[in-house]
């Protein structure tokens, strides 16, 4: 609307115009090698269920399939897997290439932009996270703490050396 309160008319694009336009998109795709434009590349690899990764994360795919490798050989190995776990284990597969990029781009730039709000990233590194969580713990892959030591009186003064039944030693004195 213009300062009368008026509909102004659009104008219709002249076919220059739309050549030029299309000039520069095509002179832009040029000059990225036909890659979209990338911030951080999150999206690419979204969109591309993983095939495409930005610049700088192309030995993310190789660490991502040994960490799928070892998860399908926790399982049992590939061959006993059902399709169920093979889907989930694809997921596994996506949620960590996005968390690795996503990671790489937020160790680069930092947690906070610019205008010092935080990276939009965090939400998509929390919710991938989630997921990747979730999905292990359907697959039985739930962390499962390390047994450090004896967890009872019993098993403690079992492992407990025999030659050390002596009975309270004296104080050193000095």
Do not use: W
């Amino acid at each position: 609307m213009d300062a009368n309160g008026k509909k102004r008319k659009k104008h219709a694009a002249t076919p220059a115009m739309i050549e030029a336009g299309r000039q520069n998109i095509v002179r832009f795709n040029l000059e990225r090698g036909a890659r979209p434009n990338q911030r951080h590349g999150v999206h690419s690899v979204l969109r591309s269920k993983g095939k495409f990764l930005p610049a700088g994360c192309e030995g993310f795919a190789s660490e991502v399939d040994a960490i799928i490798g070892e998860m399908a050989d926790d399982l049992g190995g590939v061959s006993n897997l059902t399709g169920a776990q093979k889907s989930l284990l694809e997921s596994q597969r996506l949620c960590l290439l996005v968390l690795k990029v996503a990671g790489g781009h937020i160790r680069a730039q930092g947690l906070l932009t610019k205008r010092g709000k935080p990276n939009s990233l965090l939400l998509t590194i929390t919710s991938f996270a989630n997921t990747l969580r979730h999905n292990a713990t359907v697959l039985g892959l739930e962390h499962k703490p390390r047994k450090l030591g004896p967890s009872t009186l019993a098993e403690y003064l079992d492992a407990k050396p025999a030659d050390d039944q002596s009975g309270p030693s004296e104080p050193v004195q000095s």
